[in-house]
Nanobody
Framework: QVQLGESGGGLVQAGGSLRLSCVAS???????MGWYRQPPGKQREWVATITGGGDTKYAESVKGRFTISRDNAKNMVYLQMNSLKPEDTAVYYCNEDRGSLDYWGQGTQVTVSS
């Protein structure tokens, strides 16, 4: 059973930065890893993904502000979030995409005050 654990969330003022971390219980080098978020009262939405080879994709709303990265040796995935906006407030989830199976962490709360 794969387990993912997020950390690094918190309360930050608009314009500030946070770095989220996700640790996986197993090796991740073969899998696409991603970050998703669920704003209050809304559905979960995709934020960014990174392939095993390091190719990245971002949602338009975060492009240029957020950076996803990974350390396969440590089974870690990161999300560096800069220039945060109040609309970035959400629970952020780490995702491991194994094709036929998806695994999720428990989420970490990010709150951006105006």
């Amino acid at each position: 059973q794969v387990q993912l654990g997020e950390s690094g969330g918190g309360l930050v003022q608009a314009g500030g930065s946070l770095r989220l971390s996700c640790v996986a219980s197993g090796t991740i080098f073969r899998f696409v890893m991603g970050w998703y978020r669920q704003p209050p009262g809304k559905q979960r939405e995709w934020v960014a993904t990174i392939t095993g080879g390091g190719d990245t994709k971002y949602a338009e709303s975060v492009k240029g502000r957020f950076t996803i990265s990974r350390d396969n040796a440590k089974n870690m995935v990161y999300l560096q979030m800069n220039s945060l906006k109040p609309e970035d407030t959400a629970v952020y989830y780490c995702n491991e995409d194994r094709g036929s199976l998806d695994y999720w962490g428990q989420g970490t709360q990010v709150t951006v005050s105006s």
